[in-house]
């Protein structure tokens, strides 16, 4: 058992690496680190979030949040809302121009990953998507 979750975690980090890391990447196209792709990434994914989600989402501090959200606000990729629930809580979300590198993002990962999964069927490709899902949702519920 340990070598197949093993290899789901390798394979998962090397197909990451092919589609965001590879040479002519969304990084070198659109001039974004990898951490603000994730930032970016999250945010488009979830519509809007607290900083104190994001941070929690990718482990890192609050502070280190609020510098990295800084510096995205400053570039016009995200702005900051008042959470009208509370007014404690900022709630984060795309500007117009992060949507559109997002969308931009989206379909040059989408580009990538689409010749690589025509060697799925689409039942196949489902069931990974769904598989995905339920890890992704057990690790959210136990907070590993």
Excluded: W, Y
Aim: proline share 1%.
């Amino acid at each position: 058992m340990n070598r197949i979750i093993d290899n789901i975690l390798t394979n998962s980090l090397l197909i990451h690496r092919h589609v965001v890391g590879r040479k002519n990447s969304s990084l070198d196209q659109f001039g974004i680190c990898r951490g603000t792709l994730d930032l970016l990434m999250l945010i488009h994914h979830n519509g809007q979030l607290n900083g104190k989600d994001l941070a929690s989402m990718l482990g890192i501090s609050t502070a280190a949040i609020t510098q990295a959200v800084d510096r995205l606000v400053k570039d016009g990729l995200v702005e900051r809302l008042e959470n009208l629930e509370d007014r404690r809580i900022t709630l984060l979300k795309l500007s117009k121009n992060g949507e559109e590198k997002m969308q931009k993002v989206t379909q040059n990962h989408c580009d990538i990953l689409s010749v690589a999964l025509k060697e799925g069927t689409p039942e196949e490709l489902k069931i990974l998507a769904s598989f995905q899902e339920k890890i992704l949702k057990a690790l959210q519920t136990n907070k590993l």
